[in-house]
C-alpha cells in the first residue's frame, strides 16, 4: 500500500547524469533520498514522498534502467544496494527471455 507522507525539509541540487538532474531530499524525521528530474523537465518546488513496501523495489528498479538511469544512481535513490540493483536487473532479463521462449 502507498501513502503519502508530507514533510518539510531541502531539495538541494547534486549532480548530473546523462539524461538526469539528480537532487538530494533531507526532510523532517530522518527521511534521505535522491530525486531525478529528466533534463529539460520542470523542477518542481514542492514535492510529495511516497513510501511502498519493499516488495515492489523490482518494479521501481525496473521502470528505472528502462528509463536510462544508471545502477548506482538506483540504488542510492531507492536505498538498497548496487549489487541487489543488477540481480534485479538479470532477473528481468531473464524473465524477458523466457516469455519470449514460451511465445515462439
Given at each position: 500500500?502507498?501513502?503519502?507522507?508530507?514533510a518539510?525539509?531541502?531539495?538541494?541540487?547534486?549532480?548530473?547524469?546523462?539524461?538526469?538532474?539528480?537532487?538530494?531530499?533531507?526532510?523532517?524525521?530522518?527521511?534521505?533520498?535522491?530525486?531525478?528530474?529528466?533534463?529539460?523537465?520542470?523542477?518542481?518546488?514542492?514535492?510529495t514522498?511516497?513510501?511502498?513496501?519493499?516488495a515492489?523495489?523490482?518494479?521501481?528498479?525496473?521502470?528505472?534502467?528502462?528509463?536510462?538511469?544508471?545502477?548506482?544512481?538506483?540504488?542510492?535513490?531507492?536505498?538498497?544496494?548496487?549489487?541487489?540493483?543488477?540481480?534485479?536487473?538479470?532477473?528481468?532479463?531473464?524473465s524477458?527471455?523466457?516469455?519470449?521462449?514460451?511465445?515462439?
Amino acid at each position: 500500500m502507498t501513502e503519502r507522507t508530507a514533510a518539510n525539509g531541502t531539495f538541494r541540487f547534486d549532480s548530473d547524469t546523462k539524461r538526469y538532474h539528480r537532487f538530494q531530499v533531507e526532510g523532517e524525521g530522518g527521511i534521505v533520498g535522491s530525486v531525478f528530474i529528466p533534463k529539460g523537465g520542470v523542477i518542481p518546488g514542492r514535492i510529495t514522498l511516497l513510501t511502498w513496501q519493499p516488495a515492489s523495489a523490482k518494479s521501481h528498479v525496473l521502470r528505472m534502467l528502462d528509463e536510462g538511469v544508471s545502477q548506482k544512481d538506483i540504488a542510492v535513490a531507492l536505498g538498497i544496494t548496487a549489487g541487489r540493483v543488477s540481480q534485479i536487473r538479470a532477473e528481468g532479463i531473464m524473465s524477458a527471455k523466457g516469455k519470449l521462449r514460451d511465445e515462439s
